[in-house]
């Protein structure tokens, strides 16, 4: 009876702690004041439970027990520290007398403590590479290893960077705190930057063998909807529909054999219809708002493909008027090369392929292997087999992903 009382408490730890660690670091880096310190309070926090939980049972909030325990062993560890000098003394006097009348740990201060650890993680002042690796490490709290596997990088490296950023933040004093009205819109953009680069190296992997590494791209979306659930605003709406739209086709984005199947070829009946009613609902949510930002214009833009029964049905015009729109918004050559594609499928491939040489004239795209690949589709469309052929050689020696490598090669055998 004894040991099916402690494999149940053992089975409720887990629990507690696949659900609650990610809030209890964040309000422990706000007690504390310091990441490393918060991190080893959290594994030393549930180290006590499972030591007194079997017999003392588990408490009425056991997220506020772990803060409590883990705060105090923090401090404790601090005053045991060799040699200690007056300046670490101040600093544990200083937590005891924090941490003694601190802030009541409900869900709404739970909550703001996750915020403020997003932007402090996706800081401006904090080089992007380490903005995506300490965001995955403290909000998503995947493993060293799993990141640094994700993004085809030696674990010692991320482990690099994310020492450099947390030093950052120390030395830099970067404020622990959910920015000000005036510095909100600035800063969100950073972390929605992060959340989306974080997916699409998920949704489209940039080298390696396989097209997509679902886990980034399940850690995104995660991202996507705590942002929300803490930050309503339009644009993170935008983002979270324009991932739960993008990630609803990934079944159909490949054979079983791993080649690539482009949108149009794809079988619609392998999308995810749950992904895609949640994204509409949102688009229709930012919208509404009548705030269009990028994320809002891509959602719209993707919410037409997830409309469309088959590709013929697909709105070409609504699409090619929404990339105009982001073209104004958001000025970039890439949204000029998908709106150029946009153009194509609506006008013919002519006035697409006219729009795609004015972009390589100014000189731009012409290192982005995706840019040739569509140039190359739409001469091979119109009987142009030598400039399509040039095309799709470049575009191969271009790209990293062998899904896309074993595509061009066959599009090149295609064209005899």
């Known amino acids: 009876m004894t040991e099916n009382i402690s494999e149940q408490v053992r089975e409720s730890i887990e629990v507690v702690y696949r659900s609650e660690s990610g809030r209890i670091l964040a309000t422990l880096i706000r007690l504390l004041g310091d990441f490393d310190l918060a991190e080893d309070a959290v594994h030393d ?6 030591q007194r939980w079997p017999t003392e049972g588990v408490p009425a909030n056991p997220r506020a027990w772990l803060i409590s325990t883990g705060r105090f062993r923090a401090i404790d560890a601090v005053r045991r520290r060799i040699r200690f000098g ?35 993680c996706c800081h401006p002042a904090l080089a992007p590479e380490v903005r995506i690796g300490l965001t995955l490490r403290e909000v998503c709290g995947l493993s060293t ?28 004093r970067i404020p622990y705190q959910v920015p000000s009205p005036a510095e909100l819109p600035e800063r969100l953009d950073t972390v929605l ?3 989306y680069l974080v997916f699409n190296e998920g949704y489209s992997a940039s080298s390696g063998e396989s097209l997509t590494r679902p886990g980034l791209s399940v850690e995104a979306i995660r991202l996507g909807r705590l942002l929300l659930a803490l930050l309503p605003e339009s644009e993170v709406a935008g983002l979270l529909a324009l991932m739960l739209l993008q990630e609803s086709r990934r079944l159909a984005r490949t054979l079983p054999t791993g080649e690539l199947v482009l949108l149009d070829k794809q079988d619609r009946s392998l999308w995810n219809r749950e992904q895609i009613e949640e994204g509409l609902a949102l688009v229709e949510r930012a919208l509404a708002s009548g705030r269009l930002g990028s994320y809002t214009l891509q959602a719209a833009i993707a919410a037409e493909h997830a409309r469309a029964p088959n590709a013929p ?23 000029e090369l998908n709106r150029a594609v946009a153009v194509a499928m609506r006008d013919g491939p002519q006035a697409g392929l006219e729009l795609i040489d004015e972009i ?56 005899g």
């Open 86 to 120: 007056a300046s670490q003394e101040s600093i544990a006097e200083q937590l005891y007398t924090d941490s003694s009348g601190g802030a009541p740990m409900d869900d709404e201060n739970v909550g703001d403590d996750r915020l403020r650890l997003i932007f402090t």
């Open 145 to 172: 290893e799993e990141i640094a596997r994700a993004f085809l990088i030696t674990p010692s490296t991320l482990a690099q960077r994310i020492v450099r950023g947390k030093a950052k933040i120390r030395d830099a």
């Open 313 to 335: 049905a697909t709105d070409w015009g609504r699409i090619a008027g929404l990339y105009g729109m982001l073209a104004r918004l958001d000025p970039s050559p890439v949204v």
């Open 45 to 50: 926090a549930f180290a006590a439970a499972l």
């Open 360 to 415: 390589f004239a100014r000189g731009d795209l012409h290192n982005y292997h995706l840019a040739h690949s569509a140039r190359a589709d739409l001469c091979r469309r119109l009987g142009k087999i030598g400039e399509a052929r040039a095309s799709y050689e470049r575009a191969l020696t271009l790209t990293r992903q062998e899904p896309e490598q074993k595509f061009l090669r066959w599009r090149l055998q295609e064209l």
């Open 193 to 195: 930057q992060v959340i």
